[in-house]
């Protein structure tokens, strides 16, 4: 007789018990019960797999991301990295780690990743696929798209007023040319009834050619003029979306204002037309 | 050494264990596992009555109080006629009612309308009693209670609860809940731990501290898991009879147990015919019936010979009563010889 005591005696049947069960032994064990009424149920056992351990579906998520001390560590899994609530956790914890012992605010949180970009899935930088995305505009390229702009204006200006100064000169001076016939058919243009429509029917030729031509070289240079130069659409583009019962203020503002430069051309060209008849009549 | 190491046929050590504070009693379903977990808990109140033991079902469908022929409810009530035995039926629908009579009463008199009408016809209870494991939830909370209870020294304190649980996909549930909680609250802890503070902040400085909470609850679900864990504390008797589906049934259990790291050491082998010994009752048709559980016992000594493997006999009768339940428990104890205890089996007393 040896001197066991009794839970020395439990634990040595424990461990024989558990070694039965080990190395494919409990999916034999099934078998053999299986295979004796012969049965077809499933013989496998959660001993021989691993991988039937149970798993939380968190768990899953959580192993699919990336751990805090990964973060903390700064391994970047690839599949990982591009996650939003990642970047958020990573945020916080680079907040954190910078020595400082307060808490992390909402706002300075924000901020900060205002500043980094919030990476999306695709990882780029974007803004939430609802708000119109405007692409940052190199600003070399910006002045080059001026500089063709203005150009563009400075030559549709003095194309009209090379068409327009004579025309105005037949106008107010027509009655010298009437006898002579030089002007043939040109002669109903000077007619001072029809200036007007002349006029207007010029003025809309030369501002479509000259917003053909922008639309051209905004193509060619990925540049709209206005988005980037206009401040009153920057100030209308600060204006968070649903503040006002306006949807997509800042299209709205840019047609506008695009009218509104048609507009100003043409109030500038009857100003100087203006100004121009009287120097003639005066003379 | 060998023959120090022979199992006994009986439960004897576990009735007389001192240790044991959680035994759980579960198998197939129809296997007799509220007869073999009342029987259990009899025997050890019996054997060791300077000390307070529970029996809770968990088992949606309770059958306790039919096995003891006395109402039990989800209070913990003494057995008539045992000063150290109490019983109690976890009910997850009126659980779940007292905790929505609660929240109605307290929205007395503060909002009449809203929420409070909503809850007034019961829907907490209806919603929530829908949810799936809330039946093992609501045990694992009862569990949670008593553990506080023993620490603090506060309520009715028993030295053993010993759960008749529900058939074995239940109970496998309720088993896993520890670690899935432990796992759960480990990841809410990794998140609370960065985000407690933002957490806080939101909050206020009321008095909810979701960390502390929380911190408190994977303390109690770890103590929970360790001691479900530890063998001298926590033990699981499987139930089955002697038939191919069953025994099939508790392999896998047993094998599910293990892979939980609990212990499983006896198999209760209930409806035994033992016809060969019976020549007065031996009719053909018991005879073959009994050959084939034959057949499965020997294939579950082959398989359990390190198992307290304990053969119980088929009654003549139903084993309800304490009376009853008394006799027949004994043969957990002592294990029963055909030969000598053949006439127990006709001593039942009819409770219809």
Redesign the interface.
Same mark, same amino acid.
């Given at each position: 007789?040896?001197n066991?005591s009794?839970?020395e005696?439990?634990?040595?049947?424990?461990e024989?018990?558990?070694k039965?069960?080990a190395n494919g032994g409990?999916s034999s064990? =099934?078998n053999?019960?299986?295979g004796?009424?012969d049965?077809h =149920?499933n013989t496998e056992?959660?001993?021989d797999n691993p991988t039937?351990?149970?798993v939380?579906p968190?768990?899953r998520k959580?192993e699919r991301t990336l751990?805090?001390e990964d973060i903390l560590n700064g391994k970047e899994p690839s599949e990982a990295e591009n996650i939003p609530q990642v970047e958020l =956790?990573k945020q =916080?914890?680079s907040m954190?780690n910078e020595g400082s012992d307060s808490?992390?605010?909402?706002f300075s949180l924000l901020s900060s990743m205002q500043k980094n970009g919030m990476p999306t899935a695709n990882g780029t930088d974007e803004l939430p696929s609802n708000i119109p995305v405007e692409p940052l505009v190199d600003p070399a390229m910006l002045n080059y798209h001026n500089y063709l702009v203005n150009r563009l204006k400075a030559w549709t200006i003095l194309l009209k007023w090379i068409v327009l100064v004579p025309f105005l000169y037949l106008v107010t001076r027509g009655e010298s040319f009437e006898s002579a016939s030089v002007l043939g058919p040109l002669s109903n243009l000077a007619d001072s009834t029809n200036f007007f429509m002349v006029f207007t029917s010029f003025e809309i030729v030369a501002t479509s050619i000259y917003y053909q031509r922008l639309q051209s070289i905004e193509r060619n240079n990925k540049v709209n003029t206005l988005d980037n130069n206009s401040k009153i659409v920057k100030m209308v583009s600060m204006i968070p979306e649903g503040l006002l019962p306006i949807k997509n203020i800042k299209g709205k503002v840019v047609t506008l204002l695009q009218y509104w430069d048609v507009l100003a051309m043409f109030i500038s060209d009857i100003c100087l037309v203006l100004i121009v008849i009287g120097i003639f009549q005066k003379f | 050494m060998d023959l120090d190491l022979q199992v006994d046929p009986n439960l004897h050590s576990l009735i007389t264990s001192t240790t044991h504070k959680w035994i759980f009693v579960g198998g197939k379903g129809g296997v007799g596992k509220t007869t073999s977990s009342s029987s259990i808990a009899i025997q050890m109140a019996l054997n060791q009555p300077e000390k307070q033991f529970l029996l809770i079902s968990t088992d949606p469908a309770h059958n306790l109080s039919d096995a003891f022929g006395e109402k039990f409810g989800k209070d913990a009530r003494k057995v008539t006629g045992m000063n150290n035995l109490s019983c109690m039926e976890i009910d997850p629908a009126a659980a779940l009612k007292d905790m929505n009579d609660m929240a109605v009463s307290q929205g007395q008199g503060a909002d009449q309308g809203g929420i409070n009408d909503l809850l007034q016809g019961g829907a907490l209870a209806d919603l929530t009693g829908s949810i799936p494991g809330i039946d093992e939830a609501l045990s694992f909370m009862e569990v949670m209670k008593h553990i506080k209870n023993q620490e603090q020294g506060e309520g009715e304190t028993f030295d053993t609860v010993i759960f008749d649980t529900a058939p074995t996909g239940h109970t496998l549930r309720f088993l896993q809940l520890p670690t899935t909680l432990s796992k759960l609250l480990d990841k809410f802890g990794e998140i609370t731990g960065k985000l407690g503070p933002m957490l806080n902040s939101f909050m206020g400085s009321g008095n909810v501290d979701i960390s502390g909470k929380l911190n408190e609850l994977k303390a109690n679900v770890e103590t929970i898991r360790q001691q479900f864990t530890d063998p001298d504390l926590t033990t699981f008797v499987c139930v089955c009879i002697s038939e191919f589906l069953s025994l099939y049934e508790t392999e896998r259990l047993i094998q599910e147990l293990i892979s939980y790291d609990m212990d499983v050491n006896s198999i209760i082998v209930n409806q035994l015919l033992f016809a060969d010994d019976d020549k007065e009752h031996n009719c053909k048709r018991c005879q073959a019936r009994w050959k084939m559980q034959k057949k499965y016992l020997d294939q579950i000594g082959e398989l359990y010979e390190d198992f307290h493997v304990v053969k119980m006999p088929l009654c003549a009768g139903e084993i309800r009563g304490l009376t009853n339940l008394k006799k027949f428990s004994h043969f957990l104890d002592q294990e029963y010889n055909p030969a000598t205890d053949g006439s127990v089996i006709y001593e039942l007393e009819d409770k219809n």
């Open positions: 007789m040896s066991l009794e839970a005696k439990r634990k040595i049947l424990r024989r018990r558990q039965k069960f409990a064990r =099934l053999k019960i299986t004796q009424s049965s =149920l056992s959660p001993l039937n351990e149970p939380l968190a768990e959580v751990s805090q =956790l =916080l914890a954190q808490t992390p605010d909402l | -």
